[in-house]
């Protein structure tokens, strides 16, 4: 995945950047049902990610599995990834955080941490973030803001990865940028792009009734044992629309 930003040189020429893609998480408010794989317009929200990562040049992708990692893995192995399976993922996004830092290269001097769960975020999104965290003229990390509230993907340099690394188990990207505002550069945007994530079936009705984009599981992507059950039904939402494209940039 050749950078985009470092093209034509001027203000990009020296930018390097990596992603760490989340994909690990347990979504026991989804009834344990593997979010990475939910549908949108038919393509899984992993896939749209990664097509979207692309499109912006990222250079390095790094992947974290870990909740029913068999299941995912297969849908984003043809990619030019690395992927890492967490065994702590059950302890919470940090670790996961951790094992996909650490797992990247380390000349990067930028790197986008992003959740495999969000369905509107395009390579257009990914390169304004990305845009205004070279632009940025204080902080290490930048963060989206929608409207006051904070919101994802976060941009690190490296310093901040080395010192994400370098703390305990439960230091991740969150906890950073709680304990260090004063390191936080804001990205001021009016775009829900940045807000939009999926973490209950409560939200895939929102989101279908407030976008009348069509949500479904895949064959097989039913609850867990013992999960809560997710009142949607593994069919899905119905189709409330068109659905944007997703492919190659």
């Known amino acids: 995945m050749g950078c985009i930003l470092k093209r034509g040189g001027g203000l990009y020429s020296r930018l390097s950047v990596g992603a760490v893609l989340l994909a690990a998480g347990e979504a026991r408010r989804m009834?344990?049902?593997?979010?990475?794989?939910?549908?949108?317009?038919?393509?899984?929200?992993?896939?749209?990610?990664?097509?979207?990562?692309?499109?912006?040049?990222?250079?390095?992708?790094?992947?974290?599995l870990g909740h029913r990692a068999d299941e995912i893995e297969p849908v984003v192995r043809d990619f030019p990834i690395t992927l890492v399976r967490n065994p702590e993922y059950a302890q919470g996004q940090a670790s996961s955080v951790r094992a996909g830092l650490a797992a990247l290269s380390p000349t990067l001097d930028a790197i986008v941490v992003a959740l495999s769960d969000m369905p509107l975020l395009t390579a257009e999104d990914f390169t304004a973030l990305l845009g205004a965290y070279k632009k940025r003229t204080y902080g290490s990390v930048l963060v989206p803001f929608v409207r006051g509230e904070r919101a994802n993907p976060v941009v690190l340099d490296a310093s901040v990865r080395d010192e994400v690394l370098a703390g305990d188990l439960n230091f991740g990207c969150r906890q950073w940028i709680e304990r260090h505002p004063d390191r936080v550069a804001r990205f001021d945007v009016d775009s829900d792009?940045?807000?939009?994530?999926?973490?209950?079936?409560?939200?895939?009705?929102?989101?279908?009734?407030?976008?009348?984009?069509?949500?479904?599981?895949?064959?097989?992507?039913?609850?867990?044992?013992?999960?809560?059950?997710?009142?949607?039904?593994?069919?899905?939402?119905?189709?409330?629309?068109?659905?944007?494209a997703a492919g190659r940039a």
Not at 207 to 217: C, D, H, K
Not at 222 to 239: C, I
């Open 193 to 244: 792009h940045y807000l939009a994530d999926l973490d209950s079936p409560e939200d895939l009705s929102l989101f279908e009734r407030r976008y009348g984009y069509p949500l479904s599981w895949p064959t097989g992507a039913g609850e867990v044992p013992d999960a809560q059950s997710d009142s949607n039904g593994d069919a899905g939402l119905s189709p409330g629309g068109a659905a944007p």
């Open 31 to 64: 009834g344990g049902r593997p979010k990475p794989l939910l549908r949108l317009a038919g393509v899984p929200l992993i896939r749209r990610n990664l097509f979207a990562l692309a499109g912006a040049g990222v250079d390095e992708v790094v992947v974290v």
